[in-house]
């Protein structure tokens, strides 16, 4: 049946179509609305655990630990709240836990602007913690990708045993549209290793051997453990090689963006070529690279001052023509203002 839904209503109904049955959080808007209805969910519940935490470093650690005791966890936040998250997140990926972190992003740094719309956390959500890891992260445009990547969260941290990170923001949580729910077709994978006490016996965030024993001067140990999570997370992100891609044969430029950029900047498909990356890591820099052969003009549009446009460069190994949107001010004048000037002056 369709009905009016809200992009964070989406994201926590995604995750119990997935088979979510633990949350933990602090409330942090714009992100609150799934603390609550998580909050409501337990109280009908019984089998869906709720807790509201003391701050976001206890939300992280307490999904992690309901993991490896057996459930499909989740947390939501934004942007300073995942920031204190990062360190738990490091130890996820060490230890190996499935578990998803929703992150709908304002304007920062710190406490920032709490209500503005933003994409600032885009180079965090790969590089936040410490160490090398590979993390996945999507980042939908829409109430009806909202839920299906949030349940597809859900199956990747299962196949990749690691944190995998939903990235909205302040506009695509809030964004209500008409959408069937039930009608959504996802694939729902289930729990992929034994709960605590039924298989491995150590969990640390030392570098440890198959047994979890920790093997803390052994770089052979190292390489080998690294090279396989780099392997499994390689094959688990080509699965979900999800992007969206406009081709227009009458112009030189083409156009990148993601998330609510994408939905505000889309009325530009008629005079410019756009690429929307759905899975934002690991980068699908195949995918980018053949979508960008034929234009001289690579530009990059984005709620933050250049994250994600960097990464493009690299992969491309060529310069972009970059446009921020700042200070909460997503619309699709500015973006068309600042895409004109720059390609009037040719600038990065």
């Known amino acids: 049946m369709k009905r009016l839904v809200q992009g964070n209503e989406a994201i926590f109904l995604g ?26 969910y337990a109280a009908r519940d019984p089998g869906f655990k709720f807790i509201q935490s003391e701050d ?4 992280a650690n307490a999904i992690i630990g309901a993991s490896l005791a057996g459930a499909k966890s989740f947390t939501a936040t934004s942007g300073p709240g995942f920031t204190l ?26 406490t920032g602007m709490p209500t503005m719309p933003a994409q600032q956390d885009i180079v965090q959500t790969n590089y936040g913690s410490s160490g090398d890891y ?21 199956s990747a941290a299962e196949e990749s045993l690691s944190p995998v990170i939903v990235l909205s923001d302040a506009f695509v949580g809030h964004l209500n549209e008409v959408v069937d729910i039930d009608a959504i077709e996802v694939e729902v994978v289930p729990r992929s290793r034994p709960p605590l006490g039924t298989g491995r016996r150590f969990f640390t965030g030392l570098a440890h051997d198959e047994e979890g024993k920790p093997r803390t001067a052994d770089a052979m140990v190292y390489r080998e453990w690294l090279s396989k999570v780099k392997a499994r997370h390689k094959k688990v992100a080509a699965r979900y090689s999800d992007l969206e891609f406009k081709e227009n044969t009458s112009t030189d430029t083409l156009l990148i963006s993601y998330g609510i950029v994408s939905r505000v900047i889309a009325p530009l498909a008629s005079e410019f070529a756009l690429f929307r990356p759905i899975r934002i890591f690991p980068m699908m820099g195949v995918e980018l690279r053949e979508c960008a052969q034929g234009y001289e003009k690579i530009v990059v549009i984005e709620a933050n001052d250049g994250q994600y446009a ?9 310069e972009v023509i970059q446009i921020p949107l700042l200070g909460g001010r997503i619309n699709l004048d500015l973006a068309r203002k600042g895409l004109s000037e720059k390609l009037e002056r040719g600038l990065p």
Do not use: W
Request: proline share 7%; net charge negative; glycine share 6%.
């Open 15 to 40: 995750a119990i179509k997935a088979g979510a049955n633990f949350f933990a959080g602090y409330p942090i808007s714009p992100s609150s609305e799934i603390l609550v209805l998580a909050a409501e």
């Open 56 to 59: 976001e470093l206890a939300a």
């Open 85 to 110: 998250m990062q360190e738990a997140i490091g130890y996820g990926h060490q230890v190996e836990i499935p578990t998803v972190i929703v992150d709908v992003q304002r304007v920062g740094p710190a």
């Open 134 to 154: 590979y993390p996945l992260v999507f980042y939908p445009n829409s109430v009806e990708e909202c839920y299906r990547y949030a349940a597809a969260a859900f």
């Open 310 to 318: 960097c990464l493009v460069e690299r992969e491309l190994k060529r």
